[in-house]
């Protein structure tokens, strides 16, 4: 599992740059979740956490003979 959490800045221009990030994070995601955190109404961290998922073939626990 890998978690990354981008800083934005707090200028004016940065009120659309968070949705730019979330949609990025988003596409690059094969399993995981993307997670926004708000202070005071305002986008303060965008954070991405990513799951590898194994594929792994069960082996026969009892056959009946």
């Not at 979330?22 to 997670?35: F, P």
Request: proline letters at 5%; aromatic letters at 6%; glycine letters at 4%.
């Amino acid at each position: 599992m890998t978690s990354i959490a981008h800083e934005i800045p707090t200028t004016e221009a940065s009120k659309a740059e968070w949705f730019e990030i979330v949609c990025k994070n988003v596409s690059n995601l094969r399993y995981g979740s993307v997670q926004i955190t708000v202070h005071d109404g305002r986008v303060t961290q965008v954070e991405s956490i990513e799951k590898t998922r194994f594929v792994t073939a069960r082996p026969n626990a009892s056959i009946p003979k």
